[in-house]
């Protein structure tokens, strides 16, 4: 689901911001949320889900857009509030809430990646 709407998006964030107990916005003001969910029924659907929002957020950084995965879609669908949306949606089945991707313009510069852990990796040549 592709949410542009700012009421919505606001309420969005309302939901997600209630799991943590805080006020503050969890999407960090960006102005567009990708929510990603998944059928449970499928014995893969976490990774499935999981490597839907990596490679979005690949996409997003190939075009010079900041995004970040956001978490808390499984409580958040889990709510009477959130069955209610995905009802309006028109998602029907066993679909987990598996995370947000957020969209915007960066505000400033990304930091500089910290350099590659030497040992991180097990080779067996
Ligand atoms: C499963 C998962 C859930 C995440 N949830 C959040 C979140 O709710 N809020 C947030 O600011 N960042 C979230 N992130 C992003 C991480 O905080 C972090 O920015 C990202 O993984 C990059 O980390 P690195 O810079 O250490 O590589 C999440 C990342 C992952 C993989």
């Known amino acids: 689901m592709a949410v542009t709407n700012r009421v919505l998006r606001d ?3 309302q939901l997600n911001a209630q799991v943590m107990g805080v006020s503050s916005d969890p999407f960090y003001g960006a102005p567009v949320v990708l929510v990603v969910l998944a059928d449970r ?18 996409a997003a950084h190939s075009l010079g857009l900041g995004s970040c995965w956001i978490h808390r879609a499984k ?9 209610e949306l995905l009802s309006r949606w028109g998602i029907t089945g066993d679909y987990e809430g598996i995370g947000h991707c957020i969209l915007g313009f960066p505000a400033a ?3 500089v990646p910290k350099p590659r852990k030497a040992d991180y990796i097990h ?3």
């Open 123 to 125: 080779w067996e040549e």
């Open 41 to 58: 029924t499928r014995p893969t659907y976490l990774y499935d889900g999981s490597l839907v929002i990596g490679n979005m957020l690949n």
């Open 11 to 13: 309420r969005l964030s």
């Open 75 to 83: 409580e958040v669908f889990e709510s009477s509030e959130g069955k």
């Open 109 to 111: 510069a990304a930091s």
